[in-house]
């Protein structure tokens, strides 16, 4: 009986019991996301070195890099804009035919325009991280799918997938193409291997979005009581004269602002892209596809041996995205964030120093471990601090102001790399993460939300509610003052 109870308080701790209770469509997203982070693994890992067969310059990669997160800025804003009135499904969809086409592309072209263009029009990731408008849709769809209450585990599972997704291809990519150039084949067609890989999965996941049930799409707006002038005067005999005479004052309806948000949500939101700025911006600098550029030129290694380290890493930023959920419900979203990440980007600052591979080996695993722990917390607070029909824009608008202000890392380290100067881009990027996390402490520490570490705010404290606040107004749902 204890050991029963032990097992069924390890499931609620690490979430696998509202995993269990979740709909087909979470298990549709949490699939279809597995399937695109496996080739964004894959392409990461061997998109510098790509080039660099190709023999494009360390700037020209930068570049390259840079400009492919720039125009991921703009597909991205639009898309994620228009996915609630077009359709989640069908900008799901349509991602995933324009990723199959980058893929293509790239399996058969050397020119660096037309891979540039084949990178900005479709979906190619420099960082092994999210791009393209497929996050925001699939956080607001699971945010709009689960409860306050066990959201965090479902996001934390979201982001396990993606991790384990990464993992995977890194670790098969890696020894993919060392088989395959040990066969005899060069480094440009071992490599262009992986993008017909990447090409298949893109297809794979459109098929599989099909899948996915109307339950995904954003619920209608409820549209205003239009009051029948004609019918009111046929019944304004029949009122007795002090209701006639009530001419208090009824508040306008409050008029949304910039995107169609309200203005508490456009305060919120602006203090967290004043802060994901600077946390994108190292992350632009040392993406995967660049960690793995600057392991290989230090110490020189076989792809295997290299896919197998970054894997390491992916799979320990798994381990630790497990636990995440189960902190959070005990210390609350904004601490796990900042408690987990600051030590991570202590150890990126320090991460070029050794001079042992090995070392260096056990600085990025650790560091992965403890990097994204921040991810489902992060993705819980933001869905719980906005309204529920503002989820996906805002999400959009976070995704693009982070990829806008990645988008000059590639091109900053790049520059520094071309100087022999490589190093100097983590140690800029650990103190800019750093700095992210005490702002974000700062700003959000005593803020509380619904479903938030299962703590009542103490009277007086902040607490921002926004979608089981019954009839509260917007400003009540977002500051948790109430009306009884």
């Not at 399996?107 to 190619?124: D, E, H, K, T």
């Not at 209450?149 to 934390?156: G, K, L, P, Q, W």
Request: glycine share 8%; proline share 5%.
């Amino acid at each position: 009986m204890a050991t029963r109870s032990l097992a069924a308080k390890a499931a609620d701790n690490l979430g696998l019991t509202t995993l269990s209770k979740c709909s087909k469509d979470i298990y549709i997203l949490l699939t279809t996301r597995f399937i695109r982070m496996i080739a964004y693994g894959s392409s990461t890992l061997i998109l510098a070195l790509y080039f660099s067969a190709l023999n494009f310059t360390d700037t020209q990669i930068g570049l390259f890099m840079s400009l492919t997160l720039v125009g991921d800025v703009a597909i991205s804003l639009v898309l994620t804009l228009v996915a609630d009135r077009l359709g989640r499904r069908r900008i799901l969809i349509g991602g995933a035919l324009l990723m199959a086409l980058s893929g293509i592309i790239f399996a058969i072209s050397g020119n660096f325009w037309f891979l540039l263009a084949a990178a900005v029009v479709g979906v190619i990731s420099p960082s092994g991280n999210e791009i393209g408008p497929f996050r925001a849709v699939e956080e607001s769809t699971i945010a709009h799918l689960t409860e306050a209450e066990t959201r965090s585990d479902v996001f934390a599972w979201y982001v396990i997938a993606g991790t384990l997704g990464t993992a995977g291809g890194s670790l098969s990519c890696g020894w993919a193409v060392q088989r395959l150039q040990d066969s005899g084949w060069s480094a440009i067609q071992s490599f262009r291997v992986i993008f017909w890989f990447y090409t298949l999965a893109g297809l794979v996941k459109a098929a599989s979005s099909l899948l996915l049930s109307p339950a995904c799409e954003a619920p209608p707006k409820p549209q205003p009581v239009q009051q029948d002038d004609s019918a009111g005067e046929e019944l304004q005999p029949f009122l007795d004269s002090a209701d006639a005479e009530d001419t208090t004052p009824k508040p306008a309806p409050k008029k949304p602002g910039l995107f169609g948000l309200s203005a508490k949500s456009q305060a919120t939101l602006t203090k967290l892209c004043m802060l994901f700025f600077f946390d994108s911006l190292a992350s632009g600098m040392v993406p995967g596809s660049l960690v793995a550029f600057f392991v290989n030129r230090k110490f020189g290694m076989p792809e295997g041996q290299l896919g197998t380290i970054m894997s390491s890493a992916s799979f320990a930023s798994s381990i630790g995205n497990v636990f995440a959920s189960a902190i959070a419900k005990r210390i609350g979203l904004v601490k796990t964030m900042v408690f987990t990440h600051f030590p991570s980007a202590v150890l990126l600052a320090l991460f070029p120093f050794p001079s042992s591979l090995t070392v260096t080996a056990v600085l990025l695993v650790a560091r992965s471990l403890l990097s994204s722990m921040d991810q489902a917390p992060r993705s819980a607070f933001l869905s719980a601090v906005v309204l529920p029909e503002e989820r996906t824009a805002v999400m959009g608008i976070v995704n693009t102001v982070k990829t806008m202000s990645q988008s000059s890392g590639p091109l900053i380290t790049g520059v520094l790399a071309g100087k022999n100067h490589f190093w100097v881009a983590f140690v800029i990027a650990g103190v800019l993460k750093g700095s992210y996390d005490m702002g974000l402490l700062a700003m959000f520490v005593n803020t509380r939300i619904e479903g938030d570490a299962k703590a009542k705010a103490p009277p007086g404290e902040t607490s921002a509610v926004s979608e089981d606040a019954g009839d509260q107004s917007e400003d009540e749902q977002l500051d948790g003052r109430s009306r009884k």
